[in-house]
């Protein structure tokens, strides 16, 4: 039984639109990472689109969430409100974790 009582999913502008459990269960399903770059063996980044609110008890849509990967990055995350500056988070993301990892080399984790 869902436990949320708010479910969102991205439209074809990539905006939030409130759907039903079952809905956003299939699109989480198929398109729950919206951008993934991998840089070596041991970094990358990852942005969702989480789909639920943070507060169960306010509808305002979810946010993205980048999760961050790297040398001595474990657990890392950062959230974006809407897909433009989620893209725009994540291009900046990169570039720092190229750097970082080009300044400090890569490490097993």
């Known amino acids: 039984m ?10 074809e ?8 459990f079952d809905e956003w269960a299939r699109w989480a399903t198929e398109h729950g990472t919206t951008r993934k770059t991998t840089i070596g063996a041991h970094a990358r980044v990852r942005m969702y689109f989480q789909g639920l609110p943070d507060d169960v008890t306010m509808p305002e849509p979810p946010h993205f ?8 990055l474990h657990g890392k995350s950062a959230t974006s409100p809407t897909y433009a500056e989620a893209v725009a988070r994540h291009d900046r993301i990169v570039t720092w ?3 970082r990892v080009a300044r400090t080399g890569e490490v097993p984790r």
């Open 65 to 72: 969430v980048h999760h961050i990967e790297g040398p001595g």
């Open 13 to 20: 502008r990539n905006e939030p639109i409130e759907t039903t």
């Open 2 to 11: 869902p436990s949320h009582p708010h479910y969102f999913v991205l439209d």
């Open 97 to 99: 974790l190229r750097d």
